[in-house]
T-cell receptor
Framework: DTGVSQNPRHKITKRGQNVTFRCDPI?????LYWYRQTLGQGPEFLTY????????KSRLLSDRFSAERPKGSFSTLEIQRTEQGDSAMYLC?????????????FGEGSRLTVL | GQNIDQPTEMTATEGAIVQINCTYQ??????LFWYQQHAGEAPTFLSY????GLEEKGRFSSFLSRSKGYSYLLLKELQMKDSASYLC?????????????FGRGTSLIVHP
């Protein structure tokens, strides 16, 4: 079991640049979630995939954010025209189901710093 | 959506017992999770409750009362390594999807 893998682990970029993060979930998990976390806060939901379908997206999410999960395997999260307020840890999680086995397994996260 | 409330910070002594409370409001409750997160690391799963009552797992126990919108995480025989943030997350089935929403976390400091 290789767990949830995210890369890059750290990204420093200048304001206005585009960044992309990748998440490889646990292979048998068909549910994939993106969260954002800032210091002293809990993870904030961004978007959710079931297989390749993006079923939920936070209403608070700017249209500069887009996510894909082609073929229902890995997922990418792209942020266009980054702003300093986008600086955060971006967490990917996957799960097997929605019952008692619906616990989320998190990756180590991708830390974004926008200068 | 949900409104999840938990204390910001708690302190306790090594070897003691601590209870971290979580209250929530939701229209489509479908389970409550507790996660542990050490500084700079990813959250890791501790417990899951969907029915009322107590779930025990080693030194950790979690309780749920759906009618009161209330849960607690009980940590016994505290160790220094238990110093971490404890996140309460409520899963909601509104809209057909099952999305866990997290509270802001309770930072637990265990001192000798």
């Amino acid at each position: 079991d290789t767990g949830v893998s995210q890369n890059p682990r750290h990204k420093i970029t200048k304001r206005g640049q585009n960044v992309t993060f990748r998440c490889d979930p646990i292979s048998e998990h068909n549910r994939l979630y993106w969260y954002r976390q800032t210091l002293g806060q809990g993870p904030e939901f961004l978007t959710y995939f079931q297989n390749e379908a993006q079923l939920e997206k936070s209403r608070l999410l700017s249209d500069r954010f887009s996510a894909e999960r082609p073929k229902g395997s890995f997922s990418t999260l792209e942020i266009q025209r980054t702003e300093q307020g986008d600086s955060a840890m971006y967490l990917c999680a996957s799960s097997r189901g929605t019952g008692g086995d619906g616990e989320l397994f998190f990756g180590e996260g991708s830390r974004l710093t926008v200068l | 959506g949900q409104n999840i409330d938990q204390p910001t910070e708690m302190t306790a002594t090594e070897g003691a017992i601590v209870q971290i409370n979580c209250t929530y409001q939701t229209s489509g409750f479908n389970g409550l999770f507790w996660y542990q997160q050490h500084a700079g690391e990813a959250p890791t799963f501790l417990s899951y409750n969907v029915l009322d009552g107590l779930e025990e797992k080693g030194r950790f126990s979690s309780f749920l009362s759906r009618s009161k919108g209330y849960s607690y995480l009980l940590l016994k025989e505290l160790q220094m390594k238990d110093s971490a943030s404890y996140l309460c997350a409520v899963r909601d089935r509104t809209g057909g999807s099952y999305i866990p929403t997290f509270g802001r976390g309770t930072s637990l400091i265990v001192h000798p």
